[in-house]
């Protein structure tokens, strides 16, 4: 069975979810697990306003007293930050396009620099050293980031998530035997996925896409 888990770097339900994506990564043996990025439909054309900043803070505040997760508060002090999710999803794209095997990990810790640390992951000479963690060549990393095909092989990832009517983050599926199930859609508990899991094969256990 293998697992297709849709995320933005930059979503933090994504980021309440993390633990129950690493503890099916564990599990790799058992269920292969695929991400895929989607937009997350943040602004890149302009700096976030006061007004950006207090929903954005509200999901924060939402995702921390749900699910524990730590969050460095300090990037509300940032000043004229563009919430540019692109970059990120682009440096997902091209460690998973070596080692697909990565990708949830690598995610992982793109969330954990991003939320927990302050780092800035949309600046693409912070996720070349990013991906140095992961034995990639910083230097040729961060030259690949601006290759015009990688941000178009993107841009088409993006198309197909939204063709697939996935319209929030994150949203996890099995495919088994051809067909999708719904294991977890919005930030749910590992409990819950596994409910979902052993329901399958089971008529009407778990909803169909």
Same mark, same amino acid.
């Given at each position: 069975?293998?697992?297709l888990y849709?995320a933005?770097?930059?979503c933090?339900?994504c980021?309440?979810?993390?633990p129950?994506v690493?503890?099916?990564?564990?599990?790799r043996?058992?269920y292969?697990l695929?991400?895929?990025?989607g937009?997350?439909g943040?602004?890149?054309?302009?700096p976030?306003r006061d007004?950006d900043?207090?929903?954005?803070?509200?999901?924060?505040?939402?995702?921390?007293?749900?699910?524990g997760?730590?969050?460095d508060h *300090?990037?509300f @002090?940032?000043?004229r930050?563009?919430?540019?999710? %692109?970059p990120?999803c682009?440096a997902?794209?091209?460690?998973? /396009?070596?080692?697909?095997a990565?990708?949830?990990?690598?995610?992982?810790?793109l969330?954990?620099r991003?939320?927990?640390?302050?780092?800035d992951?949309?600046?693409?000479?912070?996720?070349?050293?990013?991906a140095?963690?992961f034995?990639?060549?910083?230097? *040729?990393f961060? @030259?690949e980031?601006d290759?015009?095909?990688?941000? %178009?092989a993107?841009?088409?990832?993006?198309?197909?998530?939204? /063709?697939m009517r996935?319209?929030?983050y994150p949203?996890?599926l099995?495919?088994?035997?051809?067909k999708a199930?719904?294991?977890?859609i919005g930030?749910?508990t590992?409990a819950?996925v596994?409910?979902?899991?052993s329901?399958?094969?089971?008529?009407?256990?778990?909803p169909?896409?």
């Open positions: 069975m293998n697992l849709f933005n770097p930059m933090s339900w980021w309440g979810f993390s129950v690493m503890a099916l990564q564990a599990r043996e058992q292969g695929t991400v895929a990025t937009p997350l943040a602004s890149a054309n302009r976030m007004k900043k207090a929903a954005v803070r509200e999901h924060w505040q939402h995702v921390e007293e749900l699910t997760q730590p969050f *300090s990037f @002090e940032r000043e930050f563009v919430y540019d999710t %692109e990120a682009r997902l794209a091209l460690l998973r /396009s070596s080692y697909p990565l990708a949830p990990v690598f995610l992982q810790r969330q954990e991003f939320y927990a640390h302050n780092d992951i949309t600046d693409p000479d912070r996720l070349a050293a990013i140095g963690e034995g990639q060549d910083p230097v *040729s961060r @030259e980031l290759d015009p095909r990688l941000a %178009e993107v841009a088409a990832e993006w198309r197909q998530t939204a /063709s996935v319209t929030g949203m996890l099995a495919l088994d035997n051809g199930h719904v294991l977890a930030c749910q590992l819950h596994e409910a979902q899991l329901g399958i094969g089971t008529a009407g256990a778990v169909d896409v």
